[in-house]
């Protein structure tokens, strides 16, 4: 039933935000401002995990999600921390197919060892972080390893111990996970562009990943 409709209201259980998320990338992944939007008030179902209804005192939309309302119309909104972080966690997912597959057939070091011996990207060579301390690796290999330690951190009941709210302390991680797989798509450009472009054209992974960076300001795009 919940394929059917792309409103929260008509998805049931925990992982509401989830499956709401996958509903618009399967329905159309290259429409990628509806997808890192906040959803709309009326998508929203205060009864469910990740959504909240905000007091009823006079709100202006702004950064962390509120939505205008007075005490004649009290609405609900998705908090913009679990929603960041549901928009990592399906990156992540992407990433491994077909991108993942695909560079594991191009980034060879052995075949390239200039480009692909280490973590090129762009004007800079990157250490894999890893290994308990930083060392050189294969561009594939950082590839893996920071899609592992990224996937790692986000399931981390230390750090991100429920799908409902994000702890403030640990607001600091969506920048540097933002950062690391950045690489991933500066390598595939600079070093793998048939790969890129296919991938591309096919997902608009990256292109959503930009807008995600640029909406919720989790990494200057300068460099990318």
Not at 44 to 72: F, H, N, V, W, Y
Not at 101 to 125: F, H, I, Y
Not at 179 to 207: G, K, N
């Amino acid at each position: 039933a919940a394929g059917s409709s792309s409103s929260l209201s008509a998805i049931e259980g925990p992982f509401q935000l989830q499956e709401y998320l996958s509903i618009l990338i399967s329905r159309d992944p290259h429409d990628v401002e509806r997808i890192v939007a906040l959803p709309h008030e009326s998508d929203l179902d205060p009864s469910q995990p990740g959504t909240s209804i905000k007091g009823k005192e006079r709100s202006c939309s702004d950064a962390s999600g509120s939505i205008s309302m007075d005490e004649d119309n009290v609405v609900q909104s998705v908090d913009t921390d679990i929603w960041v972080y549901e928009q990592l966690r399906r990156v992540v997912l992407d990433l491994s197919t077909p991108w993942l597959t695909s560079l594991q057939e191009d980034c060879d070091k052995n075949a390239k060892p200039d480009t692909c011996s280490a973590m090129n990207a762009g004007d800079w060579m990157y250490l894999c972080a890893s290994h308990g301390e930083e060392k050189q690796c294969c561009a594939i290999d950082y590839t893996i390893h920071t899609l592992d330690g990224t996937t790692s951190l986000l399931n981390s009941a230390r750090h991100f111990p429920s799908r409902t709210y994000v702890p403030n302390t640990s607001l600091r991680h969506f920048g540097s996970m933002a950062r690391r797989l950045s690489r991933i798509f500066v390598h595939a450009w600079c070093y793998h562009r048939d790969v890129f472009q296919a991938c591309e054209a096919e997902t608009s992974l990256y292109t959503r990943f930009f807008a995600l960076l640029e909406r919720y300001d989790l990494l200057a795009t300068d460099n990318l």
